[in-house]
T-cell receptor, first 112, second 111 residues
């Protein structure tokens, strides 16, 4: 099955700086890569996703890049704010399979 | 969280008791998923349904776990008998071809 590895496990950044989280996947057939943000006491919330026919996608301060050859994808958060503090999960799946394989999560802390 | 209601939000029970977790999707989606989240194992898919039919239950840890979806707006996950190692946060998620939307979860503690 699919194996998704996520790094780093914790990330502390100064407010206004950028944060980058990286994930690798094992199954070359995977073609859908969502990112979720989980705040304390809440369920994971989808913040951005990318499909394998696209190399980069941006939505305001967040962006995701995908390198299919190397089988890795990354989340970039620019101009970080205190409300960006949360646990972030990457995931991978094959569209017709509907089964998401999640990374272990990255705890992001934005220091004011 | 807006698309899924889960109840109860918190449950404390004693080992050996039956536990029933409930999920009510608000908006119409073809797929419903049950996940378990623990510090040790992260997010694990337990089972998912398509149009109320169970498709893949390979993630259900053992026979003590069962799930049903009698209609498009209601699903249950039952643990009988419960054990301390079942303590976790259980999420219901809904989705279509790709994207999944998670509910707020039920935090279960088995003493």
């Amino acid at each position: 099955g699919e194996n998704v590895e996520q790094h780093p496990s914790t990330l502390s950044v100064q407010e206004g700086d950028s944060a980058v989280i990286k994930c690798t996947y094992s199954d070359s057939a995977s073609n859908y890569f969502p990112w979720y943000k989980q705040e304390l006491g809440k369920g994971p919330q989808l913040i951005i996703d990318i499909r394998s026919n696209v190399g980069e996608k941006k939505d305001q301060r967040i962006a995701v890049t995908l390198n299919k050859t190397a089988k890795h994808f990354s989340l970039h958060i620019t101009e970080t704010q205190p409300e960006d503090s949360a646990v972030y999960f990457c995931a991978a799946s094959i569209v017709d399979d509907y089964k998401l394989s999640f990374g272990a999560g990255t705890t992001v802390t934005v220091r004011a | 969280d807006a698309g899924v209601i889960q109840s109860p939000r918190h449950e404390v029970t004693e080992m050996g008791q039956e536990v029933t977790l409930r999920c009510k999707p608000i908006s119409g989606h073809d797929y419903l998923f049950w996940y378990r989240q623990t510090m040790m194992r992260g997010l694990e898919l337990l089972i998912y349904f398509n149009n109320n039919v169970p498709i893949d239950d390979s993630g259900m840890p053992e026979d003590r776990f069962s799930a049903k979806m009698p209609n498009a707006s209601f699903s249950t996950l039952k643990i009988q008998p419960s054990e301390p190692r079942d303590s976790a946060v259980y999420f219901c998620a809904i989705g279509g071809l790709e994207t999944q939307y998670f509910g707020p979860g039920t935090r279960l503690l088995v003493l």
